[in-house]
Nanobody, 121 residues
Framework: QVQLVESGGGLVQAGGSLRLSCAAS????????MGWYRQAPGKQRELVAA???????NYADSVEGRFTISRDNAKNTVYLHMTSLKPEDTAVYYC???????????????WGKGTLVTVSS
């Protein structure tokens, strides 16, 4: 069984910073990509940032230059450092991992339960 547990959300003023963490645990053979998505009230879930096992990154245009994704492969943990936060960044942030649970298993997608980030103006 695989679990993704996010932490680090909270309330912050516009212009402030937060760092989110997501640790994957359980029967994990290997993790390919890890990423962060967000869903604001009344909106669809969208990709914020993703990072491969080799360190290649991808960002949504709306966060490019303000957010930084990183990962610690030894700890199966991904981070999202968010700076210059704006009220429109308010959302539930979800961790995602594309991983394999065994040598001969296919890749599966797992989600955390989310952590709320609220940016006040």
């Amino acid at each position: 069984q695989v679990q993704l547990v996010e932490s680090g959300g909270g309330l912050v003023q516009a212009g402030g910073s937060l760092r989110l963490s997501c640790a994957a645990s359980g029967s994990i053979f290997s993790i390919n990509a890890m990423g962060w998505y967000r869903q604001a009230p009344g909106k669809q879930r969208e990709l914020v940032a993703a990072i491969t096992s080799g360190g290649s990154t991808n960002y949504a245009d709306s966060v490019e230059g303000r957010f930084t994704i990183s990962r610690d492969n030894a700890k199966n943990t991904v981070y999202l450092h968010m700076t210059s936060l704006k009220p429109e960044d308010t959302a539930v942030y979800y961790c995602n991992a594309d991983l394999r649970i065994g040598l001969y298993s296919g890749r599966s997608n797992y989600w955390g339960k989310g952590t709320l980030v609220t940016v006040s103006s």
